[in-house]
């Protein structure tokens, strides 16, 4: 650097020597830049970043993740699982196995698909950095990701109506009167929650009042948003509009609360979801979006597999403090892949897509024992964390939900194909057994030793093996169609070899037991569809009358062992020939356990299976048919540009 001296003034007149100028304009260029750069590496803050950064330019929002489903029990960590669905707050010890508004400017209005005659489903929190970390904003859903999404093209890509030619109505008169009366227990079950728990989760059927729980992050109305599509099939209208308009205007999703991830996706997202596809109504749409933005940042974890609870509000997101060190449930984190790739579908935006591919392609990475997939993976290393492999409680909609993916694609995603047989594979291999009295089951296993016990759960593997029997490996379509049958049949047993004719929670096949509970802890019957899954399925693949019975002896028992003054309540002892309830009038039964009981009596082209999939909630689906949606919706855009 050169300094020139300043004409007519002396160097000692500007108080310094030259070198004394050059050393402090070191010291003064330096101590500037420092000060500027510190800014950029002290603790982030909006304030400061405001100043430096552009305003096209948003900073990052980290949050932690990770939650699937889970019902905690005080007191009884063996019973401390994740996968079940089931009201937390039951007097019961159930084994645990669910930001802005989106504004689409669309009009609220209903275009029934089944209306009309087509030509042809104490943690510590996260703190570990993200794996894509991201954040969501309203704008994904206003075109910036594709086309916005057409409900008429949907329709015209359906085989047959929704609703079928006539409701589904049997021809025969039993089978009519059968399913008539299923629809009056539901009419009843919601006429009594309405009387007494409106708004609220779940009603407590024998104290007359409402229950909330802390599993659904504050989120309220978890048995209307359930029941919305069953009272819809059903053609309960005057209740599906209740549902409706307390969807439209009070269902509040600006929550700070607690959530189970994986409760929520089935029972809320899901009942949204299929409310939408079945009636068109823009509101459920609008819902489901909104909510399902609010579940995105249980994904920000090292691996991009999700934590099992997450704060709707904050979004930051923790393990289930049960959960062996601080693991992941397959269950949980196995089940978002139907209703995430369905909310692509809808908001055009492909990061509910992304989050759950990348699941997969972690788990076709990492090595599985003997072929199985162990129910506990570390969210921040990736690794199986336990060897306890299980098709009932904490591993089961996992398997459901790969068939139902290869089905839902319009059969295309060859991946979850490969997964869901090469799992059935080592299951038979490793897992499947026959008692000494012939009855196949699935049991249970631990680090290589067989636990010779079947969850109530493990029970919607008969129907799940039957819908994958078409598309399995060349040749063994009859031998996964008997093995179908065969677990169902086992189900079954367990229900009839009790005083209540109601199946337990637990059944085993040790020390002369046969499908019959041997803990007190199993006992209990809450409700549950898995076992009526099954029969629903079996009817549909075989058309066996026996399911059609066995479906009629479960409706019989829940009618005198269940039905109380105000509802219906699960009870603790299904060996006991005088019940104790439980008070406790789970949602799911509404979802679920009648909607298939409804489905088993109708007529097949009521939700046709070529067309719908449920999700593990019971929640109708539609299969989607890429090729038909883009040539319906490119000739809709062709008909909008000759108007214009």
């Known amino acids: 650097m050169v300094l020139r001296k300043l004409p007519g003034v002396s160097a000692s007149g500007m108080g310094l020597r030259l070198s004394q100028k050059f050393v402090f304009l070191l010291f003064l260029s330096g101590l500037v830049t420092l000060c500027f750069g510190a800014l950029f590496f002290l603790p982030d803050t909006v304030r400061l970043k405001r100043i430096f950064l552009s305003k096209n330019e948003n900073p990052a929002v980290t949050v932690g993740s990770d939650s699937v489903l889970s019902k905690k029990v005080p007191g009884d960590p063996e019973h401390q699982r994740a996968g079940l669905k089931v009201s937390e707050g039951a007097n019961v010890k159930p084994k645990v196995s669910r930001k802005p508004s989106v504004t689409h400017g669309a009009r609220t209005v209903e275009r029934s698909v089944g209306s009309r005659a087509q030509d042809e489903r104490s943690p510590a929190r996260a703190h570990e950095p993200a794996a894509g970390d991201e954040r969501v904003t309203s704008a994904a859903h206003s075109g910036e990701?594709?086309?916005?999404?057409?409900?008429?093209?949907?329709?015209?890509?359906?085989?047959?109506?929704?609703?079928?030619?006539?409701?589904?109505?049997?021809?025969?008169?039993?089978?009519?009167?059968?399913?008539?009366?299923?629809?009056?227990?539901?009419?009843?079950?919601?006429?009594?929650?309405?009387?007494?728990?409106?708004?609220?989760?779940?009603?407590?059927?024998?104290?007359?009042?409402?229950?909330?729980?802390?599993?659904?992050?504050?989120?309220?109305?978890?048995?209307?948003?359930?029941?919305?599509?069953?009272?819809?099939?059903?053609?309960?209208?005057?209740?599906?509009?209740?549902?409706?308009?307390?969807?439209?205007?009070?269902?509040?999703?600006?929550?700070?609360?607690?959530?189970?991830?994986?409760?929520?996706?089935?029972?809320?997202?899901?009942?949204?979801?299929?409310?939408?596809?079945?009636?068109?109504?823009?509101?459920?749409?609008?819902?489901?979006?909104?909510?399902?933005?609010?579940?995105?940042?249980?994904?920000?974890?090292?691996?991009?597999?999700?934590?099992?609870?997450?704060?709707?509000?904050?979004?930051?997101?923790?393990?289930?403090?049960?959960?062996?060190?601080?693991?992941?449930?397959?269950?949980?984190f196995g089940t978002l892949h139907l209703e995430f790739i369905h909310l692509s579908q809808l908001s055009g935006n492909p990061l509910f897509t992304e989050k759950v591919m990348n699941i997969r392609k972690l788990l076709n990475k990492i090595e599985k024992p003997h072929g199985l997939y162990p129910n506990f993976l570390s969210p921040v290393s990736g690794n199986w964390v336990q060897h306890h492999v299980s098709i009932g409680g904490l591993g089961d909609s996992?398997?459901?939900?790969?068939?139902?993916?290869?089905?839902?694609?319009?059969?295309?995603?060859?991946?979850?194909?490969?997964?869901?047989?090469?799992?059935?594979?080592?299951?038979?291999?490793?897992?499947?057994?026959?008692?000494?009295?012939?009855?196949?089951?699935?049991?249970?296993?631990?680090?290589?030793?067989?636990?010779?016990?079947?969850?109530?759960?493990?029970?919607?593997?008969g129907g799940m093996m039957g819908i994958g029997a078409e598309d399995g490996p060349a040749g063994h379509k009859q031998h996964y169609l008997d093995l179908a049958a065969e677990i169902t049949h086992t189900c079954h047993e367990s229900y009839s070899r009790s005083a209540t004719k109601l199946g337990p929670e637990a059944f085993r096949f040790d020390a002369g037991a046969e499908a019959t509970a041997t803990r007190m802890s199993d006992r209990y019957y809450i409700l549950r569809p898995e076992v009526i899954e099954s029969y629903m399925y079996m009817w549909r693949l075989t058309h066996d009358p026996k399911y059609r019975q066995w479906g009629w002896e479960a409706v019989e028992a829940l009618e005198k062992h269940c039905r109380v003054d105000a509802g219906f309540s699960g009870i603790r002892d299904v060996y006991a020939s005088t019940v104790s309830h439980d008070n406790m009038q789970q949602s799911f039964f509404l979802s679920e356990t009648l909607k298939y009981l409804y489905l088993l009596f109708s007529d097949d082209d009521l939700l046709p299976l070529d067309d719908w999939v449920f999700n593990t909630e019971a929640h109708p689906l539609p299969v989607i048919r890429k090729r038909c949606l883009q040539e319906h919706s490119n000739t809709q855009d062709d008909e909008q540009t000759n108007l214009e």
């Open 145 to 332: 990701h594709g086309r916005a999404y057409s409900y008429e093209a949907f329709k015209k890509c359906l085989l047959k109506p929704a609703l079928g030619k006539n409701q589904g109505t049997p021809s025969d008169s039993e089978t009519l009167q059968r399913r008539e009366k299923v629809k009056e227990m539901m009419k009843f079950a919601w006429d009594n929650y309405k009387r007494y728990a409106w708004g609220q989760n779940e009603l407590r059927p024998l104290t007359r009042n409402g229950h909330i729980g802390n599993m659904f992050g504050g989120l309220r109305g978890a048995s209307i948003v359930d029941s919305l599509d069953t009272l819809y099939i059903m053609g309960l209208m005057e209740e599906y509009e209740e549902a409706k308009e307390w969807v439209q205007n009070n269902l509040d999703l600006i929550s700070n609360g607690e959530a189970s991830l994986f409760e929520v996706n089935i029972r809320y997202v899901g009942g949204l979801l299929s409310a939408y596809y079945l009636t068109g109504a823009e509101i459920f749409k609008q819902k489901v979006v909104e909510l399902g933005e609010k579940l995105l940042p249980a994904f920000n974890t090292p691996t991009g597999i999700p934590r099992g609870v997450i704060n709707l509000g904050s979004g930051t997101s923790w393990s289930w403090g049960w959960a062996s060190a601080g693991s992941s449930i397959l269950a949980e």
């Open 398 to 461: 996992f398997y459901e939900y790969l068939i139902k993916s290869f089905l839902m694609s319009d059969k295309t995603d060859q991946e979850a194909k490969k997964m869901y047989y090469s799992a059935m594979e080592a299951i038979e291999t490793n897992l499947v057994q026959k008692s000494p009295g012939g009855l196949t089951y699935v049991a249970e296993w631990r680090g290589g030793i067989l636990d010779h016990k079947m969850g109530h759960l493990a029970c919607f593997s």
